[in-house]
């Protein structure tokens, strides 16, 4: 059931302290202060309370994962439950030995875990060696943790999510790239796209490709909202990360909120910060009115997208 009455939405961009405890002290204070400024919904940026691990291949690297009822996310449930609000927690997830995820948890307005989004489409690229690190989430048969509601549907592996204030489509960074994810997303009854991200520059080739990346990742998620008619949120990450031996990575922020007709109602740029915005469902009705993409969909003619390549 989607939502019936507006929803505000936090994007918090930020990058990470070297410590994970100052990680996620600092992160929990930012949630307090978007709770402050109205916020009902908030969404951190994939990996949240780690450095982006990726960069290279260091078994060592596996330590970082922790279960879904470790401490982070028992912290984070129980401040959701004291400020009343929904959090979408990405984490490096240790489902079982030697079995890591790519995941977000999905924390309810009273603190209870509604369960996990493990991301789908895992990259492999120079310093973003992630097909290592992280087994794909499930097509079928989703296994979510003991305890949990699991989403109120899915899909092929992809879910959305009813809480309090908004039903939730959580994706997440190179999902953000596959139209079929949103697509089936937003076909679940997805009020509100969430894209938490870890995506930035190589150093050496930000002077001839960097804004056209970042015009390319936004370009590809307000899309989605569009052809869709739903919200779009993506936090990203921020900063500079290091890495021995290579020129690190320029995470370039510039995460967004956009509404289903790709306008942006709240944007960042590089630095640290927390973006507010109040998404009303009844824009999602009027934009499919006006523009009835779902309507004319020819869902007799689609079989061929199920092919790796048809010429």
Known sequence: M???RPFTIACIQDGVLPDRTATVDATVARIRDAH???AQVIVLKELFDAPYFCKKLDQARFGLAEPVDGPTIARMRALAAELAVVLIVPFYERQAPGLYRNSAAVIDADGTLLGLYRKMHIPHDPLFEEKYYFAPGESAAVAQPAGCPGPARQAGGFMVWET????????ICWDQWYPEAARITALLGADVLVYPTAIGWHPAEKATFGDAQVSAWRTAQRAHAIANGV???APNRAGFEAEAGTDGIEFFGHSFVS????RLIADAGTEPTTLIATCDPALIEDTRRNWPFLRDRRVDAYRPILERWLA
Do not use: E
């Open 2 to 4: 989607s939502a019936t």
């Open 36 to 38: 402050d400024k109205g």
């Open 164 to 171: 309090r204030y908004a039903a939730i489509g959580v994706l």
């Open 231 to 233: 919200f779009v949120a």
């Open 259 to 262: 509404d289903p007709f790709g």
